[in-house]
């Protein structure tokens, strides 16, 4: 290959590669925008066939849309309602009981022989002087700066949730006109084709949002009445843990069913409450696994197994537990378009 002109080659080269970097660095900073957008946009998918639903009764579109969001907002104000105030409660007993102890005068010395009674062979005297010294090396500054930083990130995260909600009523009011501005862009010859693939897809995203959610009412619902009969310590909160966890796919159900089994271990009256909650939910996950998920998930996303565990994992390392959630529909959209565009498509030739 001959240079002609070497300093124009090295000049197109260089903008070339600060063009690259520059993209790459603007992408870095919208990183949050777009993860804000791309939560919106799976949730406004995930809402839609229960809008569609809604216009088949014969609402009207912006009327479908109201009802479902006051829906889920019902849904989350619910759950909050349900968990702020045993949050609060015992954290209030918490604060009396410690301002009960330091109020006491002789509360070292009844410390020191509860330790003393509880641990035989341990050297009271010796922790003792040990807690002194590290409460004497801690850094007051960097304590206050790290409360301060815990204290901005739930502020961020409340912002974030408040962000992607606008986003989501957005999108779920716009589905209709975004999705015809988007077909507008493709050509007149292709455009039955590709508004029949999208649409595909686009349900698929839904009815598996819609899946995953059921699977998590199921087990909220079902966790309540368990938690209520055996007396769990908290069983309301017991029972949303088992919601939200169960919209983690593949080991959220599990997780969460640990998380249950352990506060009951560890809080309940008797270690038998603890007992009857793993037995169930052993049963539970297995009848999940074998019976529930099978018939609601198969009408939203039909892929195998194994690539079901890859993307799940794939997803979660690249974006955490919002990646995890994406990546099967995302899956399942590909497989759609290796099935019914790239298999034909080498079978023509």
């Known amino acids: 290959m001959k240079l002609h002109n070497p300093f124009r080659l090295a000049l197109v080269a ?9 993209l790459i660095n603007s992408i870095t900073t919208l990183s949050t925008v777009l993860l804000y957008v791309g939560t919106a946009l799976f949730l406004s998918l995930g809402l839609d066939p229960l809008v569609r639903f809604l216009e088949r009764r014969k609402l009207k579109r912006w009327l479908a849309v109201l009802v479902t969001i006051l829906i889920v907002l019902a849904a989350f104000a619910g759950i909050i309602w349900m968990v702020v105030p045993i949050i609060v409660e015992q954290v209030g007993q918490l604060v009396e009981a410690i301002t009960r102890i330091v109020e006491r005068d002789t509360w070292q010395t009844d ?9 035989p062979n341990l050297d009271v005297d ?15 500054g960097s304590i206050g700066e790290s409360v301060l930083a815990v204290g901005a990130s739930i502020i961020t995260g409340f912002t974030g949730a408040f962000i992607v909600l606008i986003l989501t009523i957005y999108l779920t009011a716009s589905t209709p006109s975004l999705k ?32 995953q959610g059921a699977l998590g009412l199921i087990n909220g619902v079902l966790s309540a009445i368990l938690l209520s009969i055996i007396q769990a310590p908290f069983p309301a909160v017991l029972a949303v843990v088992a919601f939200f966890f169960s919209l983690i796919p593949l080991v959220g159900t599990l997780t969460g069913s640990t998380i249950i089994v352990l506060t ?61 959630l994406v990546a099967i529909p995302v899956a399942a959209s590909i ?5 019914q565009v790239i298999i034909p498509r080498q079978n023509e030739r």
Do not use: H
């Not at 410390?111 to 641990?119: E, Y």
């Open 14 to 22: 260089t903008l070339g590669v600060g063009l690259g970097l520059m």
């Open 111 to 119: 410390l020191k022989d509860w330790l003393g009674a509880t641990f």
């Open 126 to 140: 010796q922790v003792f002087v040990y807690l002194q010294d590290w409460l004497a090396s801690l850094d007051l």
């Open 180 to 211: 015809a501005a988007v077909y507008s862009l493709v050509p007149a010859s292709k455009r039955a084709r590709f508004i029949d693939l999208a649409e595909q897809i686009t349900d698929s995203v839904g009815y598996y949002v819609m899946g």
């Open 264 to 324: 009951c271990l560890g809080l309940a009256e008797t270690p038998t409450t603890a007992l009857i909650a793993a037995i169930y939910y052993l049963v539970y996950m297995q009848i999940e696994a074998y019976v529930i998920s099978p018939r609601i998930m198969n009408r939203a996303v039909s892929i195998p197994g194994a690539v079901v565990v890859v993307a799940a994992l794939a997803g979660g390392s690249l974006l955490g537990l919002l990646g995890a």
């Open 335 to 339: 497989l759609i378009i290796y099935r």
